[in-house]
């Protein structure tokens, strides 16, 4: 018994081998832009264990760098994954249950990132001039905020609330968007809503993501901090008309709370197992070295001894199945996420080129050479989208050996 179960439960750290690329795959890579190709390839040689998490990664890059065919197609390849599991319904809580018992090692994000593939969705189609879809993809976006394991919370991002707004008011549904701004302002009581004229919706994001970090004895405790090397903490526009945009989110806030309140650890579940297990081993152990009972045992001859040779054996082995545990946290996150969003609306005429973005340090002053020009695209209908982004450099950590 001891052996079947030391035999069950004796494995290292699982080593995934990049796997190599079909001649097709080669070929599918080589035809993306450049900067765009390292994440492709990635994609290929992960396989499924890390798809949604490299799709995220190139939907990311694919928005920033202009390649928005790229960004929609990678998005949405990664929402049908994410749907497949969190949707609102019996069949996806049913996968759910299955998936946390079977898959856990493929990536499917933390409640924040899951929410975040939702936004830049969102932004997309408000892009293509599609408000009815951008609101729906923003709203999407607050249900994933609620899903936390098998549990609900009450979601508090809020800027997806204002960016439903938004998407509300320029579809022609003024009551609707009301009712968004009134539920934003519970969360951001002086943050500004869109005045009668405006017609133009300026987004930046500042700071690196949020990162998971495994802690505690055994690494398996899941924990986040701040993203590194954050120098702009603010954003300003400086041109056509100074005016600071409004901090709307701390998306590290979002990635260390469910419902506003702080995560302590995650994957409880296998955390309990390896408690029990170890409880259980040093009783047994215990038991068998009680001088009491190793009295007894010699007294009563061999029948008896053999019995308390085997708790031993089955007290160790329960130690060896607690230590040998796979239960070490997914480190696994999205690196291009930023650390901050923030939003302004203004009235801009299509024909009045580029706003002037400037960003600032935690202290509300402009940092040198951090000043961008953020295109303004205008839809059919006359209404404009901006973004500027301010972000360290990007930093590529190692996904294999880190899921639980």
Not at 222 to 246: E, Q, S, T, W
Not at 357 to 371: I, K, T, Y
Request: contains cysteine; aromatic residues 8%.
């Amino acid at each position: 018994m001891a052996a079947s179960l030391l035999a069950g439960c004796a494995t290292g750290p699982t080593q995934y081998q990049a796997r190599t690329l079909s001649a097709g795959q080669q070929d599918l890579v080589a035809d993306k832009p450049a900067e765009l190709q390292p994440l492709y390839r990635e994609l290929f040689q992960e396989g499924r264990r890390n798809e949604v998490l490299n799709l995220m990664e190139i939907g990311a890059a694919a928005w920033r760098t202009g390649h928005y065919d790229l960004a929609r197609a990678a998005l949405d390849e990664a929402i049908l994954n994410i749907e497949s599991v969190y949707a609102d319904n019996d069949a996806a809580r049913r996968a759910r249950s299955l998936w946390y018992e079977e898959g856990e090692k493929d990536f499917k994000g933390e409640p924040y990132e899951r929410a975040m593939v939702f936004y830049y969705r969102g932004l997309l189609f408000l892009r293509d001039g599609d408000y009815g879809n951008a609101r729906a993809s923003f709203l999407s976006g607050l249900l994933q905020d609620a899903f936390a394991e098998e549990e609900q919370h009450t979601t508090d991002f809020a800027s997806l609330i204002f960016l439903a707004g938004w998407a509300a008011r320029l579809d022609g549904n003024p009551a609707l968007a009301e009712q968004h701004f009134q539920e934003y302002r519970l969360f951001r009581p002086d943050g500004p809503i869109p005045e009668a004229g405006d017609n133009l919706l300026v987004v930046a994001e500042t700071g690196s993501a949020p990162r998971k970090l495994a802690d505690g004895v055994g690494h398996y405790q899941l924990v986040y901090r701040r993203g590194k090397n954050i120098r702009a903490h603010g954003a300003r526009l400086a041109a056509p008309a100074p005016r600071d945009l409004f901090p709307a989110e701390d998306v590290f806030f979002q990635a260390s709370t469910r419902g506003g309140r702080t995560v302590d650890r995650i994957i409880e579940g296998q955390v309990r197992f390896k408690k029990n297990t170890q409880a259980t081993g040093d009783v047994l152990t215990a038991a068998s070295q009680n001088s009491a009972v190793a009295g007894l045992s010699a007294a009563a001859g061999g029948a008896v001894a053999a019995g308390f040779h085997t708790i031993t054996a089955i007290g160790v082995a329960a130690e060896g199945l607690s230590a040998r545990s796979r239960t070490r946290a997914d480190t696994r996150y999205w690196h291009r996420l930023p650390d901050g969003l923030h939003l302004a609306t203004l009235r801009h005429a299509p024909d009045g080129g580029p706003l002037h973005v400037r960003f600032l340090d935690e202290h509300g002053q402009p940092l040198a050479g951090a000043d961008v020009d953020a295109a303004v695209h205008f839809d059919d209908r006359g209404n404009g989208l901006a973004f500027a982004s301010h972000r360290p450099a990007q930093h590529r950590s190692l996904k294999e050996g880190t899921a639980p």
